[in-house]
């Protein structure tokens, strides 16, 4: 078994490095697998028919949606007018921005319930904005992929719907389970982003500044004209103004969703209306063929995004198929470790299953895997349920194989190994909620229990 | 030995799933050395709306079938799930024998798939959050949550919303949040699903039956050696006998643990259901009519 | 990409077809939003849901994502890892591509293949779905093997093109 997951993990680097689109690759790679176990006919009939089932999902709708909904954020001017606004409130802070875009993620994230969804469309409004107050790739890729990650932790989440309903738990209860654990890594996203912008400003604004990083000069202009305040600050009122179509959005939709006036996934299509009002009839800034090419560019992201669900499937079945974390996961039982310990090797095994999974395969893989153990241990099925959406939350993050690094990495036209690096952020501060929850079961359970 | 791969979905600590472990046991121990049955629990491979077209392919060799997801590959399924028609879980198990049961194997088997043992599950109630349904009356502008064509007809004809605009998922935060006032759900389900929580008025109305079947490739079905047929269908006989046992014990189970945790029981008055069954009875017919003889002597065997 | 001169009409086609495929998807798109909106409406200021928006929106998402893949192709808006043939020399990165692109050919002839097969089996099993209107199946399904086929050719334009460019290199 160690030979065939050694095999396995080399075949899918070599695979990801190749130069083929991702997507094609993991489903390549996984058409092959199960050939080896049924040979070629079956193995095809069945990826292909899987790849369809993958995509008949509803929940899978939003993503074009909240994709041209960004776009048109974007492209209508809005996106930048709201940020403007941010950077007249945060004059005082470099970090500002980072810090805002982690808190709008998580209240996007605390809408849509998916963490795909958030980090298309903040990559999309956030990253050019980013980009001008000279943050680094990696730093932009930090606060995108950690904002995104928020998804299935912050209540609603489609996440812990499927945890209640495949382990008999009171959903309510889930969804106030993740609030702490959320707002905790809120806070930890923040603090640990701060301290990086802030040494990235004090490491590259000298050199900026005497005109040395020649290909950086916009940056340069960006990052001088965030030094002297005192322009912006005058201009908050006009700001806010300018602002407030835009902020209207989340207002919208937001209120709309809490009002009961429509579900989280019919809020995109809602702001997409709502934005292409905006923009026809209030900013005037939109024009048919300009809503011709958002529509094109949105579109082929959405395909973008198909084409690695369907890659995922088809692998995500395979590694059922051949039953191997099954195996694993028998082998660490037999183990006779104290609860302790098993419950960090059960965290390491999710690791490194959701390093090369994505977050349906592994929920629906673990999910009945562990459900015995739970049991079998006592352990408080709630509390375990937060150390199961974190590590969900983790593999969406963790590279080789995760969605949202894509995401960013496509739509910010960032190098795939930077958004790697700037991950490593939200990945270490996961680690170490995890590791706080598992020692304090109480950050879990508290509210829940109290409720 | 052959292996045989039974995918299936759902709770694993459900029931039906315990009945269904025991019912692979059973058969592995004695089939031994000529078959030996795995499973692939929790919608690993396949989930409830994929599994018969997974089966008729031959993808998995055994799954497990939620009957109302069916109905739209074999339609004479319908006709043991007729929305109102059944008043009771008896009814629907002598529904599943003789004739009835005979003319829905061979429609199964004309798409492929050899069924092997039905469980039953208990009935679908209404959940709603303003208040339960006393009246006919009270079905006036009520947007339930409905899933299948029939049922979503029926509630048409009967003055209410239905509402098949939101995903199964998306159901619970719907209900929390009012975008809708009503959905369906069995007892012992709803409990899972905490349907309760959400929607606390619970009015046992019995509107249908969906049967959970344990069904093999017919292909594969015929490769087995007659034995293990015998083997499969006996031990399917006993588990099909437990789940009846086991579905009105689990439904007063759940009823009660619903009630503890704050649901508002009410039963649909006899009188009311009446006026029901004679709006529903329309839609039955025209399902049969659209569906050749065979549907007409279903509904016929249904309704005795 | 060569200007549009050098290239022979085959390519062109091939690329014209691929939009085709991507402005299809487009419209769907915006008949998403548009459809999604009308159901939100109709339930909220008319108390009367639709019962046919979210099967459609389904039907809708997939037609997006699959009728668009070979034009996201086309355009090069496929995620890719690029940083390791970047570093490749030129003569040895056209060899990759040309084997990965091959990959990519047989990927989806793979898709169109048995996607036909599955449209075929849903078609003779009369699958439909459990909707209010049922939907015969084999139509949404329909969708995967289209676009598996426009996939194919473009991904065999690429790998024409790459072979052609052998000089150029
Ligand atoms: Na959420
Ligand atoms: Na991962």
Redesign the interface.
């Known amino acids: 078994m160690t030979i065939y997951i050694i095999g396995f993990v080399i075949t899918f680097l070599l695979v990801m490095a190749s130069g083929l689109p991702v997507g094609f690759g993991l489903g390549f790679l996984g058409i092959a697998l199960l050939t080896t176990y049924i040979g070629l006919d079956s193995a095809t009939s069945i990826s292909v028919e899987k790849a369809y089932s993958a995509m008949d999902s509803s929940i899978l709708v939003a993503i074009p949606l909240f994709v041209l909904a960004a776009q048109l954020i974007s492209e209508t001017g809005m996106g930048k007018r709201l940020f403007d606004a941010a950077k007249s409130f945060l004059w005082w802070s470099k970090s500002g921005l980072g810090v805002a875009t982690i808190s709008s993620s998580g209240v996007f994230s605390a809408m849509t319930g998916s963490s795909f969804v958030s980090a298309s469309t903040m990559g999309l409004i956030a990253t050019p904005e980013l980009r001008r107050a000279g943050y680094s790739d990696s730093l932009i890729a930090a606060s995108i992929t950690a904002g995104g990650s928020l998804g299935s932790v912050i209540p609603p989440s489609i996440v812990m719907i499927i945890y209640g309903y495949l382990t008999d738990e009171s959903i309510g209860k889930l969804f106030m389970a993740g609030i702490v654990p959320g707002i905790l890594l809120i806070l930890l996203y923040s603090l640990a982003l701060s301290f990086f912008i802030n040494r990235h400003y004090r490491m590259t604004a000298p050199p900026l500044q005497v005109g040395a990083a020649a290909t950086r000069t916009e940056s340069t202009r960006e990052v001088n004209h965030e030094a002297a305040p005192a322009p912006e600050r005058l201009s908050k009122r006009k700001a806010l103004k300018e602002a407030f179509w835009g902020l209207m959005a989340p207002v919208i939709i937001l209120g709309g969703i809490y009002l009961g006036v429509f579900t989280a996934s019919e809020a995109a299509a809602i702001a997409v209306v709502y934005c292409m009002l905006v923009g026809f009839f209030i900013y005037r800034t939109l024009t048919l063929k300009k809503l011709g090419n958002v529509l094109m560019e949105a579109t082929a992201v959405s395909a973008m995004v198909g084409v690695i669900v369907v890659g995922g499937a088809v692998l995500g079945h395979v590694v059922s198929f051949g039953r191997i974390p099954q195996q694993l996961l028998e082998t660490i039982i037999a183990l006779d470790l104290s609860p302790l310990q098993l419950m960090l090797l059960i965290n390491l095994c999710l690791f490194v299953l959701g390093m090369f999974l994505e977050v349906m395969a592994l929920m629906y893989l673990a999910i009945p895997l562990l459900v015995p153990i739970i049991a079998y241990m006592g352990w408080d099925n709630i509390w375990f349920a937060v150390i199961m959406l974190l590590n969900v939350n983790l593999a969406l993050i963790t590279p080789p194989m995760g969605g949202v690094l894509f995401v960013v990495s496509h739509i910010g036209s960032i190098p795939i190994v930077k958004v790697m690096k700037g991950a490593m952020l939200p990945i270490a501060m996961i680690l170490l909620v995890l590791l706080l929850v598992v020692l304090f079961p109480g950050i879990a359970t508290w509210i829940p229990n109290n409720m | 030995e052959i292996e045989i791969k039974l995918a299936s979905w759902?709770?694993?600590?459900h029931f039906v799933a315990q009945a269904r472990a025991d019912w692979i046991e059973e058969v592995n121990e004695a089939a031994a050395g000529k078959i030996r049955i795995i499973e692939?629990?929790?919608?690993?491979?396949?989930d409830d709306?994929?599994m018969h077209?997974?089966v008729?392919?031959g993808?998995v060799d055994i799954g497990v079938l939620l009957s109302?997801?069916v109905?739209?590959?074999v339609p004479m399924l319908q006709g043991v799930y007729l929305p109102f028609a059944f008043d009771s879980l008896e009814h629907v198990a002598e529904v599943y024998q003789g004739e009835s049961l005979a003319i829905i194997e061979d429609a199964l088997e004309q798409?492929r798939m050899k069924l092997i043992y039905t469980s039953f599950v208990d009935g679908v109630q209404i959940y709603s959050s303003n208040g339960n349904i006393e009246t006919v009356e009270d079905f006036e502008?009520l947007?339930v949550l409905s899933?299948?064509?029939m049922g979503?007809?029926i509630f048409s004809r009967l003055g209410a919303?239905?509402?098949?605009?939101?995903?199964q998922?998306?159901q619970?935060?719907?209900l929390r949040?009012?975008?809708a006032d009503a959905s369906l759900n069995s007892i012992v389900n709803g409990?899972?699903?905490?349907t309760h929580?959400?929607a606390p008025h619970l009015t046992r109305i019995n509107l249908s039956f969906p049967t959970i079947m344990v069904a093999m490739n017919l292909n594969k079905w015929e490769s087995l050696p007659e034995d293990v047929q015998e083997i499969m269908l006996s031990a399917g006989e006993r588990m099909q006998a437990r789940s009846l046992q086991e579905a009105m014990a689990w439904e007063a189970k759940f009823l009660a643990e619903s009630a503890e945790d704050g649901a508002i029981v009410t039963e649909f008055p006899a009188s009311e259901m009446e006026r029901v069954r004679e709006i529903s009875h329309g839609v039955w017919q025209e399902w049969a009519d659209a569906n050749g003889p065979e549907a007409q002597r279903l509904l016929e065997l249904s309704l005795q | 990409m060569k200007s549009p001169t050098e290239r022979n009409w085959l390519s062109r086609w091939i690329d014209f077809s691929s939009g085709v495929g991507g402005v299809i998807a487009a419209c769907c798109l915006m008949l998403l939003a548009l459809i999604i909106t009308y159901e939100v409406t109709v339930r909220y200021f008319f108390g009367s849901p639709t019962a046919w928006v979210q099967e459609f929106s389904v039907y809708l998402w997939m037609a997006i994502a699959f009728l668009a893949a070979a034009y996201a192709l086309r355009n090069d808006s496929h995620f890719a890892v690029t940083i390791f043939v970047d570093r490749l020399k030129a003569s040895n990165r056209r060899r990759l591509r040309i084997f990965t692109h091959l990959i990519g050919l047989g990927y989806s002839v793979t898709f169109v293949i048995k996607g036909i097969e599955m449209v075929h089996f849903s078609y003779e099993m009369g699958d439909t779905s459990t909707g209010l209107i049922q939907v015969p199946l084999w139509i949404p399904g329909s969708l995967l093997p289209i676009g598996a086929v426009l996939l194919a050719l473009q991904f065999f334009n690429k790998l024409l093109l790459e072979l052609m460019n052998k000089g150029a290199q």
């Not at chain 2, 919303?161 to 995903?167: G, L, N, Q």
């Open positions: 759902g709770p694993p600590s692939y629990p929790g919608g690993q491979l396949y709306k994929d077209n997974a008729a392919r993808h109302p997801r109905m739209g590959m798409r502008n947007r899933t299948s064509p979503t007809n919303s239905p509402d098949s605009s939101i995903p998922i998306e619970y935060m719907a949040l009012g975008v409990y899972f699903q905490q929580e959400v």
